[in-house]
């Protein structure tokens, strides 16, 4: 059984810096792609970055492509997102989330079929 657990998230004043760990059982993350999403209160749940099993990266948009950064290891079967000069709009819970990598057919939320309890990031102005 997969089982994806997030930790990391906080309080951060904005600029600042968060590095949030997805702890992976039950798969290989070399295996998956994994993805980080957000869902801020009153909002849809986004696509923030993911990571492919070669170890190719995406992410949403070119201001997170900058600022957002995710790495695995395998060794630790985690995944981890770090994000630097941290804004007030990126106030969320953060999700980690795997689909097989032979299932993968987007970034839309409702193609991944593993998801974690998610952590909350707030970032103060």
């Known amino acids: 059984q997969v089982h994806l657990v997030e930790s990391g998230g906080g309080l951060v004043q904005a600029g600042g810096s968060l590095r949030l760990s997805c702890a992976a059982s039950?798969?290989?993350?070399?295996?998956?792609?994994i993805g980080w999403f957000r869902q801020a209160p009153g909002k849809e749940r986004d696509f923030v970055a993911a990571i492919r099993p070669d170890g190719g990266t995406t992410y949403s948009t070119d201001s997170e492509k900058g600022r957002f950064t995710i790495s695995r290891d395998n060794a630790e079967n985690t995944i981890y997102l770090r994000m630097n000069s941290l804004k007030p709009e990126d106030t969320a819970v953060y999700y980690c989330a795997a689909v097989p990598n032979r299932f993968y057919r987007g970034h839309d939320p409702t193609y991944w079929n593993n998801w974690g309890q998610g952590t909350q990031v707030t970032v103060a102005s």
């Open positions: 039950g798969l290989t993350v070399s295996d998956y792609r």
